[in-house]
């Protein structure tokens, strides 16, 4: 469960293949027939052009888990504040098994299988993961965004089967890949593989549904591989509602040890 609700942090997640309490009208996106080669600027600036426009989201989530040994079956439930905080609670047939806080300057996370929890800023959660992370990244991520600031990068660009791809090559070791529809510029999926580590994250969004506030994935899957083991995240988003006043309950349960990352 640890490492479930790690990897659902440090991805973010959505899959609304049924549409339940939604405050807004939804759009299927689709893509065009035929797309033409443009320069990596251009599609950076098209994929920001995408509308993020809301104070407050709400999504609840049915969420599988799998790594070849087991697989489990839960209840996601995500509440964002824009930019300045996340909650994530994981349930099991109506009982909270995991919950964390996440804000741009802390990590707080606890667990009840094995009675722990975590207290911490993004540099130890880095360490321990293996992979570089901070709020932005997780936040864009659940709003089916491009992982890093592309603004801020150097990448080459490619068209694959009328898909967009950007690279960032700029480390030997760690390899970064984002490809987009030729519709919207919507991140079809992004991939991170350090090399020397045997470690690759992948992000797939297939499809996406259209708000007045927001476009978000309508479906993820979460893949990683890492030295010949491979573990999988599924989540199908059946409720979303946007700029919504509500709580963000978290305190950890007496009796539980905190983790300590040295």
């Known amino acids: ?3 479930f609700l790690l990897l659902m942090i440090f991805i973010g997640f959505v899959s609304l293949l049924t549409l339940v309490s939604c405050k807004s009208k939804a759009v299927v996106v689709g893509v065009p027939e035929k797309s033409t080669h443009i320069k990596a600027n251009k599609i950076i600036e098209n994929h920001y052009t995408n509308k993020t426009d809301f104070s407050t989201l709400y999504i609840k989530a049915d969420a599988q888990y799998s790594d070849g040994n087991q697989t489990q079956n839960v209840t996601a439930e995500i509440k964002i504040k824009k930019d300045e905080q996340i909650l994530i609670s994981i349930r099991f047939l ?5 919950k964390a806080l996440i804000t741009p ?3 707080n996370y606890y667990e009840k299988i094995n009675g722990s929890y975590f207290e911490g800023d993004f540099s130890a959660l880095s360490q321990w993961l293996g992979t570089d992370l901070d709020f932005n990244k997780i936040e864009n991520m659940l ?3 491009a992982i890093d600031d592309l603004k801020k990068g150097k990448y080459t660009e490619s068209l694959v089967e009328q898909t967009y791809r950007l690279d960032d090559t700029s480390d030997n070791n760690t390899r970064k890949s984002f490809y987009f529809d030729a519709d919207k510029f919507l991140i079809k ?3 991170i593989t350090q090399i020397a580590e045997t470690r690759m994250i992948q992000v797939a969004y297939p499809n996406n549904i259209v708000f ?3 476009t978000l994935p309508s479906s993820v899957l979460i893949k990683t591989f890492e030295k010949g083991r491979k573990t999988e995240i599924k989540l199908d988003y059946n409720t979303i509602t946007f700029n919504e006043e509500f709580s963000f309950p978290y305190s950890v349960p007496n009796g539980y040890k905190r983790i300590l990352i040295k």
Not at 94 to 98: L, N, Q, R, S
């Open 1 to 3: 469960m640890k490492r």
């Open 94 to 98: 109506g009982i909270t098994m995991a």
């Open 105 to 107: 300057t802390a990590v």
């Open 143 to 145: 709003l089916g965004q």
């Open 189 to 191: 999926k992004q991939e």
């Open 212 to 214: 007045k506030e927001a």
